[in-house]
């Protein structure tokens, strides 16, 4: 299950606001034309995704509930999940 908060480096209770601030930042960061960076298409394609589910009401609150029992059903394999992406998220940037 792909982490949307995190791809635009967001909490879960970010406001529409947010959403549309964090997607312009990281959009231009990671835009194809603009980064050189062989990943930079792939992390572009995340981070729209991203913003296409969090700024949609009923797309965003199905990815919630969705969040939320997944926690419920197996925390340990959400924990892996999120930890093993925010190391790949801290190797990405050395």
Do not use: C
């Amino acid at each position: 299950m792909s982490e949307h908060y995190a791809a635009l480096g967001l909490k879960s209770d970010a406001t529409l606001s947010d959403i549309k601030k964090a997607f312009r930042q990281k959009a231009s960061q990671f835009h194809p034309d603009r980064n050189s960076d062989p990943d930079a298409p792939a992390r572009f394609r995340e981070v729209q995704e991203a913003y296409d589910v969090l700024s949609d009401d009923d797309k965003r609150k199905a990815y919630d509930d969705n969040r939320r029992r997944n926690l419920l059903d197996d925390p340990a394999q959400t924990a892996r999940e999120i930890w093993q992406g925010y190391f790949q998220q801290v190797l990405n940037r050395t």
